[in-house]
């Protein structure tokens, strides 16, 4: 595999040359050249710019060019050079807080008043600080215990939004026929109502326990965690022939990286810092369909 990268900057405005200026200066800092590849372009929606570095860029180099991006309002991805973006044939991405605006889990737990609660244990996990995802989860869970049902339908109907892009991501992607999945820690009912809304081929999920119309407070077979996510992507690839380097990852917290490694293309979409850095694109500016143009 070759050394080098191209580095790709989203914006929803025309990018600026004085950023080209600056990232090509700190990377020459680095004793890294950029190239230009092509000029400026857009698709209506976004403008584009790449460039080549001759080096692989660390971790700490590649934060910095994002924090010089960041204040041009403009987004850096950092993709391997020999990529063949006619190649991916998959697309797998994160239901909550990365497809949809919210953390459903934290919003059914509002009807109990125990929302602030159930949501700083969600983040703890999200940022990597709780490392057992399916023991977080249960735990959230169980504090949801004798909640009506119909919650859930009033959470999907007045809090859940598809986060910018969204329809227009599964859209380009169905267009492109790029097998589509949904993998999930959240929850069955919204991520089969995502399936109808969006068109995903396939999802999963978790499924709440309800007796008499309540929740018991338990999830009904094995919890779809981190690892789970990367199965249903690896079990999805050998399906269609092809193998997880053929696959775009979009995710936001720590259960998602395993998925995400190993992809040929992986977006942290408004992640939490332990996504950003170890992702090859980061959206902090940018809509999800912004990742058609990493794509095409």
């Known amino acids: ?17 004085r950023l080209a200026f600056e990232l090509k200066d700190q990377a020459l800092q680095f004793g890294v050249s950029l190239h230009t590849i092509d000029g400026q372009i857009s698709n209506g929606a976004y403008h584009s710019e790449r460039w080549q570095a001759n080096q692989h860029l660390e971790i700490s180099q590649r934060e910095q060019l994002r924090f010089i991006a960041g204040r041009f309002n403009a987004d850096l991805c950092f993709l391997q050079a020999d990529l063949k973006v006619s190649d991916i044939q998959v697309l797998a991405m994160d239901m909550d807080s990365t497809l949809i605006n919210i953390e ?14 159930v949501a700083e244990i969600t983040a703890a996990t999200m940022r990597g600080e709780i490392k057992d995802f399916k023991e977080s ?28 892009g969204a329809a227009e991501l599964l859209a380009g992607a169905h267009q492109r026929g790029i097998y589509t999945l949904l993998v999930s820690g959240g929850f069955t009912f919204f991520t089969e109502k995502l399936r109808e809304q969006l068109g995903f081929k396939q999802t999963q999920a978790n499924t709440l326990e309800i007796i008499d119309g309540k929740l018991t407070g338990q999830v009904l ?37 395993i998925m995400m490694n190993g992809s040929g293309i992986s977006v942290a979409y408004k992640a ?14 940018v809509g999800l369909d912004a990742a058609l143009l990493l794509i095409s």
């Open 1 to 17: 595999m070759p050394n080098y990268q191209t580095l790709v900057a989203l914006s929803k405005e025309p990018l600026s040359e």
């Open 104 to 117: 459903c889990i934290d919003e059914i737990a509002d009807f109990t008043g125990k929302k602030a609660e």
């Open 137 to 164: 989860l249960r735990r959230r869970v169980a504090l949801l215990e004798g909640v009506s049902a119909d919650s859930l339908e009033a959470v999907y109907k007045e809090r859940l939004r598809p986060n910018p």
């Open 221 to 257: 077979g094995e919890v779809v965690d981190g690892l789970a996510k990367a199965t249903y992507l690896d079990e999805a690839c050998r399906t269609l022939g092809c193998s997880k380097a053929n696959s775009i990852t979009i995710g936001d917290g720590a259960n998602d990286l």
């Open 272 to 285: 939490k810092p332990i996504v950003k850095e170890k992702a090859d694109a980061a959206f902090d500016h």
